[in-house]
């Protein structure tokens, strides 16, 4: 079985009203929830407490969410190409 993400972006707003930062410009804020879909017997989640208790959908995966928050350079052109993790 394969593990799934789906990125759902709900909003996608100008980051402090537009305010232009160095030669990057100005950032985006996406807002949203990444959908995930586990196999609960794959040695990388063995780890996990009870994970063989969970529901599992039709496709014998364990489905979960977590919000998530992307600030992004409005022109991805004039960013580093860096990506930093909270």
Known sequence: ?????????KTQ???AD???FGSVGSYEMLV???H???DPDAPAYQSV??????PRNS???VE???DVAILKPADLTRGNRRLMYD
């Open 1 to 9: 079985m394969e593990s799934t993400i789906r990125l759902e972006i």
């Open 13 to 15: 707003v100008p980051f």
């Open 18 to 20: 537009g305010m232009g």
């Open 32 to 34: 949203g929830q990444a």
């Open 36 to 38: 995930f879909a586990v």
């Open 49 to 54: 407490v009870d994970l063989e208790r969970a």
């Open 59 to 61: 496709s014998g995966l």
């Open 64 to 66: 979960y969410s977590a």
